[in-house]
T-cell receptor
Framework: QKEVEQDPGPLSVPEGAIVSLNCTYS??????FMWYRQYSRKGPELLMY????GNKEDGRFTAQVDKSSKYISLFIRDSQPSDSATYLC????????????FGKGITLSVRP | DTEVTQTPKHLVMGMTNKKSLKCEQH?????MYWYKQKAKKPPELMFV???????INESVPSRFSPECPNSSLLNLHLHALQPEDSALYLC??????????????????FGPGTRLTVL
């Protein structure tokens, strides 16, 4: 079992839809959780960063963490064509030589 | 300034060439990273520098040679690369609030990458 599993894609939704992106993880030592957005041929852009169970909202984006179920989600409200990108979940634990562990990424397409 | 910059944006090199990739950040971050990303895959960690010292080398071939001349700059020297080394090379940086060189748990900010093609 991989440490981080991300729902496979691709995902295509109409403009205005609510999008739910999900990752599960097996290592309970992970404490910090991130969502990155990556446009084609660009570097990943940090969207959300959380470290506690619960919800964190930033504009149209909500990151949800459930440490008891080892499950994280990113919700995008009122999705726009400009949200079309690859979304990567990532997580890390505190400690020497800890490394950011990524999910495989999911490609989202928002149709006008 | 919350930006990580990388130069060049694109690089084409032959297998016998020597070239360097450069990365710069002015966020006061003391951890800097090199990642390699192939198409439709997540980034793979190559090297980590903490307080200008190499702290992680993910068994990267010696044809890749990192260098951290100061707290704002990170270089990746390339020599005798293979065509399979063609990829997007990403630099990232993060804070170390512990001040002890072990704080890799803060969010990492990535640069735009250098797209490398080895002929």
């Amino acid at each position: 079992q991989k440490e981080v599993e991300q729902d496979p894609g691709p995902l295509s939704v109409p403009e205005g839809a609510i999008v739910s992106l999900n990752c599960t993880y097996s290592n309970s030592a992970f404490q910090y959780f991130m969502w990155y957005r990556q446009y084609s041929r660009k570097g990943p852009e940090l969207l959300m960063y959380t470290y506690s169970s619960g919800n964190k909202e930033d504009g149209r984006f909500t990151a949800q963490v459930d440490k008891s179920s080892k499950y994280i989600s990113l919700f995008i409200r009122d999705s726009q064509p400009s949200d079309s990108a690859t979304y990567l979940c990532a997580m890390i634990y505190t400690g020497a030589n800890s490394k950011l562990t990524f999910g495989k990424g999911i490609t989202l397409s928002v149709r006008p | 300034d919350t930006e990580v910059t990388q130069t060049p944006k694109h690089l084409v090199m032959g297998m016998t060439n020597k070239k360097s990739l450069k990365c710069e950040q002015h966020m006061g971050h003391r951890a800097m990273y090199w990642y390699k990303q192939k198409a439709k895959k997540p980034p793979e960690l190559m090297f980590v520098y903490s307080y200008e010292k190499l702290s992680i080398n993910e068994s990267v071939p010696s044809r890749f040679s990192p260098e951290c001349p100061n707290s704002s700059l990170l270089n990746l020297h390339l020599h005798a690369l293979q065509p399979e080394d063609s990829a997007l090379y990403l630099c990232a940086s993060s804070q170390d609030p512990s001040g002890q060189g072990s704080g890799f748990y803060n969010e990492q900010f990535f640069g735009p990458g250098t797209r490398l093609t080895v002929l």
